[in-house]
Structures are given as C-alpha cells and as structure tokens.
C-alpha cells in the first residue's frame, strides 16, 4: 500500500512515522506528479490558510480537488479544514467532505487539550491531542459523524474519506490511521 503525505507545511513528519510503523510506503506529496500511484492521501495538520498559499504555488490546487472525487484521503487538523465544503469565515479549499467547519474553534483558554475520545467504529477511546482545533459546525449528505467531544463534532467520515479536529500523529496510538487504512483496503476488495 502506498500513501501519500501533503509535504507542503506541518506534521509531516509525525504522519510518516505513523504510517511506516504500520508498514506502508509513504510518498512525500509536493507536485501534481506525486499524487499518481497513491492508494490513499493524508492532509496534515498545520495552518490552513499557509497550506493554501503553498498548495496554490505548487500548482495543486486543481489535482487535490480533481484527486478527491476517486483518491481517499485523511485530513488532520488544519488537513480536515482542506477538505469541507464550507468555512464559517473564509473560503473552502478542496470540497471533499460536506461540512462546515469553524477554524480555533475551541477559543484561547482551551487551547490545547488532550483526552481519551470514543470514536465510532474502534473498539477503546483513542487518545486525541487538540491544538488550536477547528470544529465541525454541520455535516450534509453523506458524511457520518464518527466523535464528538461535549456533544461538538470533532471527527467524521465520507464513503471515501476521514478526518478529525485532533492530532492523532502526535500520540503511539495508531489507531486511526490504522482505520484509516482498513478503510482503503475494504474499499479496493469490494472494487475488485
Ligand atoms: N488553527 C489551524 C488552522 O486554522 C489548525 C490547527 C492545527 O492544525 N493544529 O489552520
């Protein structure tokens, strides 16, 4: 399996140790190029609006969304900003997954907080780090709401693709991404 990582700001690292422990091959995304071959992307966490600005330099704007419609991808943070439809105040990016997101959501006081978070579909809480974390506001058609956190929507996910509010490559836990990847898999089995 091979999967590509957004490589233009943010937590890149942290997502590849992630993803090479659970033994895939990782491609560092940078050009339009970079995107062909993948069976799944992740979108790190960072600063969306930078992001932007990069992606836009890179000329990847236009493949990212093209890529979207077929390419399953996992937005963390500042990648799960990338990917919804609508931004309470700003323009969206990719429009991959029908919702509307509300950026720092979680105001100055709280910051950052870490906690254990039941997630629908993994067996145990999964342990979530928030850092200046954007909230899910809605959902439309086709998007399943997955977790929340004091009933405001923290992650979700499409028949293609995941994303959360928090920062799962900042724990050992591997959970996620490990669902991240048995989503791709089942997908390609009931494909082929
Ligand atoms: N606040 C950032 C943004 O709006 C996201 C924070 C993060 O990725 N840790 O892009």
């Given at each position: 399996?091979?999967?590509?990582?957004?490589?233009?700001?943010?937590?890149?690292?942290?997502?590849?140790?992630?993803?090479?422990?659970?033994?895939?091959?990782?491609?560092?995304?940078?050009?339009?190029?970079?995107?062909?071959?993948?069976?799944?992307?992740?979108?790190?966490?960072?600063?969306?609006?930078?992001?932007?600005?990069?992606?836009e330099?890179?000329?990847?704007?236009?493949?990212?969304?093209?890529?979207?419609?077929?390419?399953?991808?996992?937005?963390?943070?500042?990648?799960?900003?990338?990917?919804?439809?609508?931004?309470?105040?700003?323009?969206?990016?990719?429009?991959a997954?029908?919702?509307?997101?509300?950026?720092?959501?979680?105001?100055?006081?709280?910051?950052?907080?870490?906690?254990?978070?039941?997630?629908?579909?993994?067996?145990?809480?999964?342990?979530?780090?928030?850092?200046?974390?954007?909230?899910?506001?809605?959902?439309?058609?086709?998007?399943?709401?997955?977790?929340?956190?004091?009933?405001?929507i923290?992650?979700?996910?499409?028949?293609?693709?995941?994303?959360?509010?928090?920062?799962?490559?900042?724990?050992?836990?591997n959970?996620l991404?490990?669902?991240?990847?048995?989503?791709?898999?089942?997908?390609?089995?009931?494909?082929?």
């Amino acid at each position: 399996m091979v999967i590509g990582i957004l490589d233009v700001q943010g937590a890149v690292r942290e997502h590849r140790q992630q993803l090479e422990g659970l033994g895939v091959d990782v491609v560092l995304v940078k050009q339009a190029s970079d995107l062909e071959k993948l069976d799944g992307l992740v979108l790190p966490g960072g600063e969306s609006t930078a992001m932007r600005r990069l992606i836009e330099r890179y000329e990847l704007l236009e493949p990212l969304r093209e890529k979207a419609a077929t390419l399953p991808m996992f937005g963390t943070c500042a990648g799960m900003i990338l990917l919804a439809t609508a931004i309470e105040a700003g323009q969206s990016h990719l429009n991959a997954i029908s919702m509307t997101v509300r950026r720092n959501a979680f105001g100055r006081q709280i910051d950052s907080f870490e906690g254990l978070l039941p997630v629908e579909g993994i067996e145990e809480p999964i342990e979530a780090v928030f850092i200046r974390a954007p909230l899910i506001l809605s959902v439309g058609e086709g998007t399943r709401v997955i977790a929340k956190v004091e009933e405001q929507i923290v992650a979700v996910e499409t028949s293609l693709h995941l994303a959360c509010s928090f920062h799962p490559e900042l724990t050992e836990d591997n959970r996620l991404h490990q669902y991240f990847l048995q989503k791709i898999k089942q997908r390609q089995s009931v494909r082929s």
